[in-house]
């Protein structure tokens, strides 16, 4: 985990090709089964709350690939396809994509379709997408600051990898995982589902999860980040844990 500048361009370019044109077909996939699964549940493209949503993700995803593409392609290739994952981090990453990107929104996309939430002030909503937008932008911050960022949780000892002390892991130890729970907990409010909550809180518990026992992992298996892990003491709220 080390500034994207710093990385060490192990892989061959046609591979890094190949692997980022991989993952921008991932990315393309999954906002088109997003579309389908708010706008066919919700019955209706006229839903303003889901086109603000899909529009903070699209831009998120487009700002990230600005930077990432300019300062660490290896990354995003190495994002579409990690080399190896541990095992609990299938089940764990698996239950937590699952979470993220199908049960809440089309949990979401059913309770505006059939009303089963009680109306709130649009206010809520509009915070909630300022949270959203927030947690993407700290995600974001750790991505583009730490050029091992990986989908998986693992060693990347075929690109050397290291500890990253820059950016936002100056001031906790998973940046990343604050975004991410940040997300999954701001999309049922701005889509306006009480009832989408029920999912996306044990999402945000899995990323609690993942980071305990990714942290643990890195401990044990990083050279360094015993030592970085002293000088900052908490995993994901500063004064906390």
């Given at each position: 985990m080390?500034?994207?500048h710093q ?77 190896e ?8 990453g ?87 729970f ?17 999912f ?7 990323m ?34």
């Open positions: 080390s500034s994207a990385i060490q361009a192990t892989q061959g370019q046609p591979s890094v090709t190949r692997g980022i044109i991989k993952r921008a077909v991932q990315i393309l996939s999954m906002f088109v089964i997003l579309g389908l699964e708010l706008f066919l549940g919700a019955g209706q493209l006229n839903w303003w709350a889901a086109w603000i949503y899909l529009g903070i993700s699209l831009l998120s995803v487009a700002v990230n690939a600005v930077f990432m593409l300019r300062t660490s392609p290896e990354t995003v290739a190495e994002r579409a396809q990690p080399k994952v541990k095992g609990w981090d299938r089940w764990i698996g239950a937590w994509l699952i979470g993220q990107y199908f049960l809440v929104p089309l949990v979401a996309a059913l309770d505006y379709r059939f009303g089963w939430s009680r109306q709130y002030a649009m206010g809520w909503q509009v915070l909630a997408a300022i949270g959203y937008a927030l947690g993407l932008a700290l995600t974001g911050w750790a991505m583009i600051s730490n050029a091992y960022f990986s989908t998986a949780v693992r060693i990347q000892s075929e690109r050397g990898h290291a500890v990253c002390t820059s950016g936002p892991y100056r001031y906790i130890r998973h940046p990343g995982y604050v975004g991410f940040t997300q999954v907990l701001s999309v049922p409010l701005l889509l306006g589902s009480l009832w989408a909550m029920l996306a809180i044990p999402a945000g518990v899995l609690v999860i993942r980071t305990s026992l990714e942290d643990r992992m890195l401990q044990d298996e990083l050279p360094g980040y015993k030592e970085y892990a002293q000088k900052v003491r908490y995993r994901l709220i500063p004064g906390i844990w």
